[in-house]
């Protein structure tokens, strides 16, 4: 496969994380997934950031990315190294890479949190890989014969410029209250 190719199939992939972790910041709010509580170490769980509906609309949107990905199988396969082997499969991988962004960046702001940064200050690296690493994980057993070396070199090396770029967009248009 070309280097196109692999770029593209790539981007493919992780398409339903991508709506799944960028959702939150147009549908969420609303009560905290923590309820407010504290960790042993006296401070929050996740914070006020992280919301049951920004989660719950995460989850569906990155689950429909992958119905409309099922849907166009078929006509890709040849067109594409698809990393799922059937429009069911695709449809399971959509969700597995969906809740895996969502609970990769739950982590992530767990994370945070005990280290002390507090919600919407950067934490470079960890604010730009938790959910890939999340839907990375939950989706292995599907993707696990087919994921190359080249594939997750793409995911690593384009998600933190990408989640960047897509921050200052929503900053620019209101949705985020600092750039990146």
Request: hydrophobic content about 50%.
């Amino acid at each position: 496969m070309t280097v196109l190719g692999t770029f593209l199939s790539s981007v493919w992939f992780i398409l339903p994380a991508y709506a799944a972790n960028m959702t939150p910041v147009v549908a969420g709010g609303g009560r905290p997934i923590d309820g407010g509580r504290k960790f042993v170490d006296g401070k929050p769980l996740l914070g006020p950031g992280k919301t049951v509906r920004g989660f719950c609309w995460g989850l569906l949107v990155g689950f429909c990315v992958g119905l409309v990905q099922a849907l166009l199988h078929s006509p890709l396969e040849t067109h594409l190294t698809l990393l799922f082997g059937s429009p069911l499969e695709t449809v399971l991988g959509g969700l597995l890479l969906s809740l895996g962004a969502m609970v990769g960046d739950l982590a992530g702001s767990f994370f945070k949190r005990r280290a002390g940064v507090e919600r919407g200050e950067p934490f470079p690296l960890l604010d730009q890989l938790d959910f890939v690493i999340g839907a990375l994980l939950l989706s292995l057993p599907l993707v696990l014969p087919r994921l190359t070396w080249e594939i997750l070199a793409i995911l690593f090396l384009l998600t933190p410029p990408l989640h960047l770029l897509t921050n200052y967009a929503g900053y620019r248009m209101g949705l985020k209250d600092r750039p990146y």
